[in-house]
C-alpha cells in the first residue's frame, strides 16, 4: 500500500468520523448553552442539572439519525472493500 493510498483512506476515515459525530456534539453544546444561559438568569449553580437534558437529547437525535448514520458507515464500508484489490502494490 502505498503513501498516497493510506493518507486518503485515512483523510476518508476522518471526514466520515467527523461527519458522523457531528449531529451529536451539536446537539449537546446546543443544549449545554441553553442550560447554561438558564442557569445564569436564575442562578441555579446544580452541576447536574445539565447531564440529563443532554443525555435525553443526544439519545433522540441518535435515534433519529441512525438510519443515516447506518446508511454513510455502510456505503464507506462497501467502497472500501470493493477496493481492496487495488490497495496492494
Not at 17 to 22: D, K, N, V, Y
Not at 35 to 64: D, H, N, R, W, Y
Amino acid at each position: 500500500m502505498g503513501y498516497d493510498i493510506a493518507t486518503n483512506l485515512g483523510r476518508e476515515t476522518i471526514i466520515l468520523t467527523l461527519t458522523l459525530i457531528a449531529p451529536l456534539i451539536g446537539t449537546a453544546l446546543v443544549i449545554g448553552l441553553i442550560i447554561g444561559v438558564f442557569q445564569a438568569v436564575t442562578s441555579i449553580q446544580e452541576q447536574t442539572l445539565t447531564f440529563l437534558p443532554k443525555l435525553l437529547a443526544v439519545f433522540g437525535v441518535f435515534a433519529f439519525s441512525l438510519p443515516w448514520l447506518l446508511e454513510k458507515m455502510s456505503v464507506f464500508t462497501s467502497q472500501l472493500l470493493g477496493n481492496l484489490s487495488s490497495y496492494t502494490y
